[in-house]
């Protein structure tokens, strides 16, 4: 079975073409993605705005273009933190399901986090692996971080800061002001407070692209390589030393990285900050960076209804 899997996340809308063998593997047919920013000012506003939603709603009917020329069987689309938040989130989707027929689920942050840990843990686990996880998705709107042991899920908590949020809040000047950053720091620190502290013994797994961005600057990337990024390993003082270097950047300076894509370069400061705190409450020593995360889960979730 051929299934087309998008995640409309707060930033960046994703989608994953997989082909799902019997036996729940999965193939990686093709993989997308497009900054559509559809978060934007919905924290403030609690809307999305007209010009945000055409925004989305193109990209929307060119993944449909896409998943229908590689003869995809289902598409299937979660809606994540924004949609959450915007009062207007029903006219959105009404209008999408009308004009592509595409119908959007809006994930809670548990459910969220649920599928994003299956997505990225099957990325490492192995079969009958009790190896502990704690997989952290840094989105646009929330930040979720899910603990568990092989594929098994034990506890999950999705907090409403993200990039994109925490941009918009504290750190809208580029590069940020001192007392701004200080500020951001102050807040990260009592937010993540209530994140667990796990220790050396779990591997701290990172999606999205804060740190799949961050992974290809440590690395050199000129151009994004998804078998180079997936896997990399990068400690907390690396992690720091890359932020040290960033936060001095203006916005044209931060885009004259190969590695930071338009869309990205505002709010990327931002999501290293959380996962500083992330990785100073949780001490974790490093994170490894996955590539995979919400659309996989969900591909992954779809599948079991079609198992033979």
Same mark, same amino acid.
């Given at each position: ?9 707060? @930033? ?6 997989? &082909? ?22 919905? &924290? ?12 989305? =709603? ?24 924004? #949609?959450?938040?915007?009062? @207007? ?20 942050? &548990? ?65 940020? $002001?001192? @007392?701004?950053? *200080?500020?951001?720091? &102050? ?48 400690? *907390? ?11 001095? $950047? ?8 190969? *590695? ?7 709010? =990327? =400061?931002?999501?290293? #900050? ?8 949780? *001490? ?22 079609? $198992?033979?």
């Amino acid at each position: 079975m051929r299934i087309s899997s998008i995640d409309i996340g707060t @930033n960046t809308i994703l989608m994953l073409i997989a &082909d799902i063998g019997e036996d729940g593997s999965l193939r990686t047919v093709r993989d997308e993605h497009v900054i559509a920013r559809l978060g934007r000012g919905v &924290d403030a506003e609690r809307r999305i705005s007209s010009d945000t939603a055409d925004r989305a =709603l193109a990209t929307l009917k060119e993944f449909k273009r896409i998943a229908e020329s590689h003869r995809s069987d289902r598409i299937i689309a979660g809606g994540t933190s924004a #949609l959450r938040d915007a009062a @207007n989130r029903e006219e959105f989707i009404k209008a999408v399901e009308e004009q592509t027929g595409i119908r959007i689920t809006v994930l809670t942050g &548990d459910e969220e986090a649920e599928l994003t840990y299956q997505g990225a843990v099957s990325e490492f686990s192995t079969a009958g692996s009790e190896l502990g996880f704690a997989v952290l998705d840094i989105g646009g709107g929330s930040t979720e971080l899910t603990v568990g042991a092989g594929m098994a899920v034990r506890s999950r908590l999705s907090l409403d800061v993200g990039c994109v949020r925490l941009t918009e809040r504290l750190l809208r000047e580029s590069p940020p $002001k001192e @007392n701004h950053l *200080q500020e951001a720091v &102050d807040y990260l620190t009592e937010v993540a407070s209530r994140y667990p502290v796990l220790g050396l013994e779990y591997r701290l797994i990172g999606v999205a692209g804060t740190v799949t961005t961050l992974a290809a600057l440590d690395l050199g990337l000129s151009e994004y390589d998804r078998s180079k990024v997936s896997g990399h390993r990068m400690s *907390q003082s690396t992690v720091q030393r890359i932020f040290d270097e960033l936060r001095t $950047k203006s916005a044209e300076g931060l885009l004259s990285y190969p *590695q930071i894509l338009k869309g990205r370069a505002d709010i =990327l =400061l931002a999501g290293v #900050l959380i996962l500083l705190r992330v990785m100073e409450q949780t *001490q974790v020593g490093e994170v490894i960076t996955s590539d995979r995360g919400l659309r996989y889960g969900m591909a992954m979730k779809e599948s079991l209804k079609f $198992k033979v």
